[in-house]
């Protein structure tokens, strides 16, 4: 049976900080729902209500389309080793870009990352832990690092082109504002 919580309590903070890997799901009224894995050391809690996430980026762009329309985020943890448990984190988010006024507040919480293009900021209003009894162990071995390579090589230009070309709609065609707002 899960257990709610009306904020991160320190132990799911220390579980939260053991992770590797976490996943995003997010959705509009009408389009498809995403759920989106992340990882590179890219989540941090700032209060027990607040967190934030480096989104860097991919091949889509879906999570900052959704939030422009319906603000509703689901951040959920797995653990792959130590005691069982299942962590998620339910709330509202936003997508601070490039030119926003708390861009470079909110990014110095992170190691810069080639390709970063949107800080999210969540306010948790719901946390929720249930069992994770038929969640596989998993062994970490080591971090990819084909995307860093792959952006450094673009350099910032080559990144701004990939915006243009790959991340300014969701695969359901809305926006998701990464132009107008990252690049000036």
Known sequence: MGTKYSKIEPREQDLIAAQKIFFVG??????????????????KVLDPNRVIWLN?????????????????????????EGRPVILRLYGTARAVHHNDPDWDE?????????GARQVFDMTVDLVQT???MAVPFFDYVEEREQL??????????GTKAYWEKKNQHS?????????ARNIS
Do not use: W
Request: proline share 7%.
């Open 56 to 80: 860097v980026t991919g091949s889509g762009n879906e999570t900052a389309a959704h939030v422009m329309q319906n603000p509703r985020m689901t951040v959920m943890f797995a653990a792959f």
């Open 26 to 43: 997010t959705a509009t009224a009408d389009s498809r729902v995403n759920i989106s894995p992340k990882g590179m050391d890219t989540f």
């Open 148 to 157: 860093n390579d792959h952006f450094t090589k673009k350099g910032e230009d």
């Open 130 to 132: 249930s069992c994770g």
């Open 106 to 114: 909110l990014y110095a919480h992170f190691n810069p990352l080639p």
């Open 171 to 179: 695969i359901d065609g809305l926006p998701t504002d990464i132009v």
